[in-house]
């Protein structure tokens, strides 16, 4: 059983930046392609970064040169930097395999507001 816990939200002003992690555990984890999720208020969820076993990544376009999901295999983390943040970006956050195999965690909720 796959359990994923996601953390590092806040608040945070319009400009600023966050780091979220995701620690995974009761798998191999490094065969999997890992993705960070979001969902909005009222939205659908979204993939908004992924990133291989080996390290190559992919983004959104919404948020492709502001973040940048980097993963330690040792440690089964999946981190999510997140800079220039825009009030867009408000959402719950959450990670996962890319596509999605796990039952979801709890989420990060980020909120960019002044």
């Known amino acids: 059983q796959v359990q994923l816990v996601e953390s590092g939200g806040g608040l945070v002003q319009p400009g600023g930046s966050l780091r979220l992690s995701c620690a995974a555990s009761?798998?191999?984890?490094?065969?999997?392609?890992m993705g960070w999720y979001r969902q909005a208020p009222g939205k659908q969820r979204e993939l908004v970064a992924t990133?291989?076993?080996?390290?190559?990544?992919n983004y959104a376009d919404s948020v492709k040169g502001r973040f940048t999901i980097s993963r330690d295999n040792g440690k089964k983390m999946v981190y999510l930097q997140m800079t220039s943040l825009k009030p867009e970006d408000t959402a719950v956050y959450y990670c996962?395999?890319?596509?999605?195999?796990?039952?979801w965690g709890q989420g990060t909720q980020v909120t960019v507001s002044s």
């Open positions: 996962n395999s890319d596509p999605p195999k796990w039952t």
């Open positions: 009761g798998t191999i984890f490094s065969i999997y392609a």
């Open positions: 990133i291989t076993g080996r390290g190559s990544t």
